[in-house]
C-alpha cells in the first residue's frame, strides 16, 4: 500500500568496469515504507536470484 516497485530493466550503460547492470526502482510516499518494501523484498524470494554483493543507491538520478 501506497508504495511501488519498477523493474527490473538494463541500465543505460548496462555494462561497467565487466559487471552487469539492471535498475530497479522503488518508490513510495513515506521513506519507512520504501525501507519496509526493501526489507520485505531481500527477505523474500528476491534474495535467492540477487547476488550477495548487491548495491543499493538512494539516488534515483544515477538511473538517468
Known sequence: KGSRVFG???APR?????K?????LLRARQ???L?????DL???GLARH???????EMDPYQMM
Open 8 to 10: 527490473p530493466v538494463e
Open 14 to 18: 548496462p555494462r561497467l568496469e565487466g
Open 20 to 24: 552487469h547492470r539492471r535498475h530497479v
Open 31 to 33: 521513506r519507512r515504507r
Open 35 to 39: 525501507q519496509a518494501l526493501l526489507e
Open 42 to 44: 531481500l527477505r523474500g
Open 50 to 56: 540477487i547476488p550477495s554483493h548487491l548495491l543499493v
